[in-house]
T-cell receptor, first 113, second 112 residues
Framework: KAGVTQTPRYLIKTRGQQVTLSCSPISGHRSVSWYQQTPGQGLQFLFEYFSETQRNKGNFPGRFSGRQFSNSRSEMNVSTLELGDSALYLC????????????FGSGTQLSVL | GDSVTQMEGPVTLSEEAFLTINCTYTATGYPSLFWYVQYPGEGLQLLLKATKADDKGSNKGFEATYRKETTSFHLEKGSVQVSDSAVYFCALVHPGGFKTIFGAGTRLFVKA
């Protein structure tokens, strides 16, 4: 069974640009969560989607948004990039059967110059 | 709100040393508790979990016991290996919850 796939693996952008990151969950998993990982802040929860509905959202500005498609694939978008948005963005999927266990992708490393 | 606090790293040990990484939490009710591990260049993977007080989670020689009275879930291993070098995250989630809360992570270096 394929794991969680995130694309692209690396991204370099400049301030003011926008970026879209993609996540394909494990087949059959309907919940997708996004986290921002930085050396200083650890893992910060961005949002969680289930069956195309956002069920929970973290404390991030409105520049951070996401969506989930009918096939459970998810995207997150960051508009008007700032230097502080440089981070590893991790996606995780889960299912009722996994009983709260999260399966993580390898992440997208975003660098904002 | 709910939170998880881990001991700051990095922790540096020699091979075969005993490992303890402290984790305490603040939460209402009875959350499930987890330890995840992140190897270089990879995402996190579940190491062990416990769902109720006094439960002991164990995997690959690592153990942690859910202590409700001290709100703790310390990670232990009797004899670490170089291959255990990684970042370890303590986490909690409420049953039926849609958000896993992570600690800041503790980096472990094991020297041969």
């Amino acid at each position: 069974k394929a794991g969680v796939t995130q694309t692209p693996r690396y991204l370099i952008k400049t301030r003011g640009q926008q970026v879209t990151l993609s996540c394909s969950p494990i087949s059959g998993h309907r919940s997708v969560s996004w986290y921002q990982q930085t050396p200083g802040q650890g893992l910060q929860f961005l949002f969680e989607y289930f069956s195309e509905t956002q069920r929970n959202k973290g404390n991030f500005p409105g520049r951070f948004s996401g969506r989930q498609f009918s096939n459970s694939r998810s995207e997150m978008n960051v508009s008007t990039l700032e230097l502080g948005d440089s981070a590893l963005y991790l996606c995780a999927s889960s299912s009722v059967a996994t009983n709260e266990k999260l399966f993580f992708g390898s992440g997208t490393q975003l660098s904002v110059l | 709100g709910d939170s998880v606090t881990q001991m700051e790293g990095p922790v540096t040990l020699s091979e075969e040393a005993f490992l303890t990484i402290n984790c305490t939490y603040t939460a209402t009710g009875y959350p499930s508790l987890f330890w995840y591990v992140q190897y270089p260049g990879e995402g996190l993977q579940l190491l062990l979990k416990a769902t109720k007080a006094d439960d002991k989670g164990s995997n690959k020689g690592f153990e942690a016991t859910y202590r409700k009275e001290t709100t703790s879930f310390h990670l232990e291993k009797g004899s670490v290996q170089v291959s255990d070098s990684a970042v370890y995250f303590c986490a909690l989630v409420h049953p039926g919850g849609f958000k896993t809360i992570f600690g800041a992570g503790t980096r472990l270096f094991v020297k041969a």
